[in-house]
């Protein structure tokens, strides 16, 4: 699976890292039609409302699924997104069996 992580006002930290790579090794072995996962995480610079958005897009196929969010923590954003993008995959893959 080709994976791109690209950062904004935000250095990577390796807990984040670990995060997303255990959710690639699960989707490697759940969801083998993913080819790609581009994430792109922003640290929000608005002093009155700080805080991450976090963006992920799979390839799979010809369709690329998005999710994304916005929270006060960039752990809690990944979670979320994450969790968000799995459930795409879910929807994705039922309704391809049923077509």
Do not use: F
Request: proline fraction near 4%; include cysteine; aromatic fraction near 4%.
């Amino acid at each position: 699976m080709n994976l791109d992580i690209r950062t904004e006002h935000i250095d990577m930290r390796p807990e984040w890292h670990r995060l997303i790579d255990a959710w690639v090794e699960r989707c490697q072995r759940y969801h083998p039609s993913v080819a790609g996962l581009d994430i792109k995480v922003r640290q929000r610079d608005d002093r009155r409302r700080p805080g991450a958005e976090v963006e992920a897009v799979a390839s799979t196929g010809r369709r690329r699924l998005r999710a994304a969010t916005k929270a006060p923590l960039v752990r809690v954003a990944l979670h979320d997104v994450l969790g968000a993008l799995e459930d795409e995959l879910l929807v994705h893959e039922a309704v391809s069996r049923a077509a």
